[in-house]
């Protein structure tokens, strides 16, 4: 009798806070044959932390093409394997999607546990509208290339979200001062679950002005979220007031929705119900 497939596991880890691990995650990691980690070392700390041991497979994004099929044939042998990134979500701008391609392919079930994922937990805090947004990742190292994939969705009515590392983090708040002007609206989430957490949002030219102030804003885990490009209606009002009033017009009628935002941010209400009309609240 042909042994049946194992099953890979996507499994979501903290993205700092160990607290914010699942119990579902946990218990996959006890039941699984083998965890197929971008940094072993990294994981093991997580994994010791819950005083699990488990076999480790190197798998990143040096080795992933090449490490895929051996994968492959070890859950065609029946093997259960767990895959995780450093932290957050796997394949969110980490590595797997060959893995899950492959899997896919040769038809492995997949199981995807959901969790921490810090492009979606900055974006809950940041006060920017997030009923549509479109997530792109890290953007280009070089600054020619960062202003031309910029310019690409200079145009883009969506919330973007960035990641970004701490070295480069002014320079591309500069590109993106170049590119989108001065007073677009930008939130940086910074250290997202950790100690020193600080989620801080401004017209960028504000924004950068902050950070230049004190060198210690610009460390760590960074995730930087753009306001879309909004009509011209929009524009008089602040992206938190423009949200507000998505929020209160799902629960009440847009009059009074556009009467409760009117008072908190000091607008004209039949202005704010205009709105909301033409935005088919």
Partial sequence: MQKSFGILYIVATP???????????????????????????????????????????????????????????????????????????????????????????????????????????????????????CFEGFLPAKSKARCDKLQRLVEEERTLIFYESTHRILDTLEDIKTVFGETRYVVLAREITKTWETITGNEVAQLLAWLKADPNRTKGEMVLIIEGKINSEEKQFNPQAIQALKLISQELPLKKAAAIVAELYDYKKNALYQLGLEMNL
Avoid: M, W
Avoid at 82 to 89: C, R
């Fill in 15 to 133: 993205i700092g806070n160990l607290q914010d691990i699942t119990q579902r995650a946990l218990d996959t990691f006890q039941s699984v044959d083998l965890i197929a980690a971008e940094d072993t070392r990294h994981s093991g700390l997580l994994l010791s932390h819950y005083g699990i041991k488990k076999p480790f497979f190197a798998l990143h994004d040096h080795n992933e093409q090449q490490k895929a099929d051996l994968l492959v044939e070890k859950l065609q042998q029946g093997v259960n394997i767990a895959l995780i990134s450093d932290a957050g979500t796997p394949l969110i701008s980490d590595p797997g999607f060959h893995l899950v391609r492959k899997c896919r392919q040769a038809g492995i079930t997949v199981s995807p546990l959901p969790g921490a994922c810090a492009a979606i937990t900055a974006l809950c805090a940041a006060g920017i509208a997030s009923d549509r947004f």
